[in-house]
């Protein structure tokens, strides 16, 4: 019985990675049809939603099967609780994915303009952050997690400067104002995507700590 729990334990983790690359594919797949105004792409987004809502099921499905199969206790449990959690927040990684492409797909109707709002480069950090939370996963790093943890003021403050960009930018050019607020609503979404990555990152340190470090709390280990 311990050798099929510990097998599903490693299968549970796989099918997470999954999940993770199909959440990071519709992440690049948004950074570029914003960077190159591609509607085709945005296609693509929409379309790999599909497979990450199922794939949100099955492993919600795989992990509620492991707690009735045995009881875990202490580290396999902690585990089981942060896939969940973390698989909930790769599925919101993927809606907000689709919703830089729609923004993108309004953005294309109106004439290109030259905004100072460096997506670009907050889109690359939100992709990172993810891409590290899951190696942080697959390596049970807590130290690589909490790396994570402080890049996220980076992508606050870059989110907050491009609010007051476009902000100003719909005040003294009106002709560009659609765009400026595709441009603050694009922007939200990557800030949102890093705050799922910090939720993931928080988690593989409550995993392998037992400690919860949400909401800048320190790290407070809870009984092994």
């Known amino acids: 019985m311990r050798t099929r729990f510990q097998q599903g334990l490693d299968d549970l983790k796989g099918k997470l990675l999954a999940m993770g690359g199909l959440a990071e594919h519709s992440v690049d797949l948004a950074v570029r049809s914003y960077q190159?105004?591609?509607p085709e792409l945005c296609q693509k987004v929409f379309e790999n939603e599909v497979l990450i809502n199922m794939t949100e099921r099955e492993i919600d499905h795989l992990a509620?099967?492991?707690l009735a199969m045995q009881q875990p206790m202490a580290i396999d449990l902690?585990?089981?609780?942060?896939?969940?959690?973390s698989n909930a927040d790769l599925e919101r990684v993927g809606d907000q994915a689709v919703n830089?492409?729609?923004r993108v797909m309004d953005l294309i109707a109106f004439p290109a303009a030259e905004l100072a709002a460096d997506i670009p480069e907050m889109a690359s950090i939100s992709a990172q952050m993810i891409r590290q939370a899951l190696e942080a996963f697959v390596s049970g790093n807590a130290?690589?997690?909490?790396?994570?943890l402080e890049r996220d003021d980076v992508v606050d403050r870059m989110n907050q400067e491009i609010f007051v960009a476009m902000d100003?930018?719909?005040h003294e050019s009106p002709e560009v104002a659609r765009q400026a607020l595709d441009t603050i609503m694009i922007a939200r979404n990557f800030e949102r995507i890093a705050d799922h990555a910090t939720n993931i990152a928080e988690d593989v340190i409550f995993w392998v700590r037992g400690a919860d470090v949400r909401h800048g709390s320190g790290l407070t280990p809870v009984q092994k």
């Open 168 to 170: 100003k930018t719909i």
């Open 36 to 38: 190159g105004r591609v």
């Open 100 to 102: 830089i492409a729609q």
């Open 64 to 66: 509620l099967d492991l």
């Open 143 to 148: 130290e690589l997690a909490q790396e994570v």
């Open 78 to 85: 902690r585990f089981i609780l942060a896939v969940i959690k």
